[in-house]
């Protein structure tokens, strides 16, 4: 008999272009994955909704981060890729999770922490349980693995303490899902002025978009934060060098990466030749992307057909998980 694959879910909410960060965290780890796991991959669209509202830029954003994560290489023939408000099973199963979630625990989360620090006008409560939906994404889909970036780390904590408790109420239903990387640690890209990680919804100039031109890729790489040089042979590195020597091991060939430590350690370094080397690497990277990435938004009726039928084969399988949630949980009435 063959094995079943391993059950993945992972989502990346439609609030602007995709970034490095996104790439490198989440999109790389899909690409390995789709193969030999059965890997459900959504567009966290009601995630989008607790800090980008706005009607008119809700499609055109849901298809970009589609079209981006094809153009990175994802196969849509051999993954589920669909939009997180086409499976209402994931409503239902968050407002059954809604019990089992504790107030004090939500508020204690730093990313909520963090966005009622930055935007205190606009604390709502969907922003507080974002935790218990992002739960019911990845639950309702029995997944065991989740491939996300560090920032995402904590909530999958979260997740496996709802689907404990279910358990534990209720019966068994939810496996414990982890959070994955192919490499030892989740990954966090930081932003190029040091203030943080690359993200979509913040600090524009020190993020690279997949959709960057050439040009706005060598400006933001020669803009990165740097400091007067190494103070002596084999210096420690300050942060914002170390993030520019883990870019640098993304996208730069190995004997490339060697040569700059060594120089580094040396003190024969010179960031502007480093910043240079590395500005035109990621453009060979980037460019080939977000060229595809291009082409396919010329074509929403293709990816319009790639969204639905993810959607159905996601919503085949949400809807064998909500109804044995209900029987568990005693809403099986007829
Ligand atoms: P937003 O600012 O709108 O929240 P975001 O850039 O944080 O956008 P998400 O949609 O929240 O992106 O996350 C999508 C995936 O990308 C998640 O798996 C997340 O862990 C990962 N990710 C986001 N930013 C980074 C980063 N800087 N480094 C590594 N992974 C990241
Ligand atoms: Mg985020």
Known sequence: MATEKEIVVSGIRSTGFLHLGNYFGAIRNYIRMQEDFNCYFFVADWHSLTTHPDPKDLRGNVLRVLAENIASGLDPEKVALYA??????????????????????????????????????????????????????????????????????????????????????????????VAFNFGDNLVRIPSLDGSGKMSKSENEMATLYLADEDDMIRKKIMKAKTDSGPAAPDAPRPESIVNLFQLMSLVSAPDTLQFFETAYDNQSIRYGDMKKQLAE????????????????????????????????????NAAQTLQQARKLIGINYY
């Open 84 to 177: 997180q408000s086409d499976i209402p099973e994931i409503a239902e199963l968050y407002l059954l999770l809604n019990m089992l979630a504790y107030k004090g625990e939500l508020e204690k989360v730093p990313t909520f922490k963090d966005k009622v620090r930055l935007s205190p006008q606009n604390v709502n409560a969907g922003l507080l349980t974002y935790p218990v939906l992002m739960s019911a994404d990845i639950m309702i889909q029995r997944a065991v693995k989740v491939p996300v970036g560090k920032d995402q780390e904590q909530h999958l904590e979260m997740t496996r303490n709802y689907a404990q408790r279910f358990n534990n109420r209720y019966g068994y239903l939810f496996p414990e899902p």
């Open 281 to 316: 690497d990621m453009v060979n990277f980037i460019a080939p992307i977000r060229n595809k990435a291009r082409d396919l938004q010329q074509n929403p009726g293709y990816l319009n057909r790639i969204m639905r039928d993810g959607a159905a084969k996601a919503r085949e």
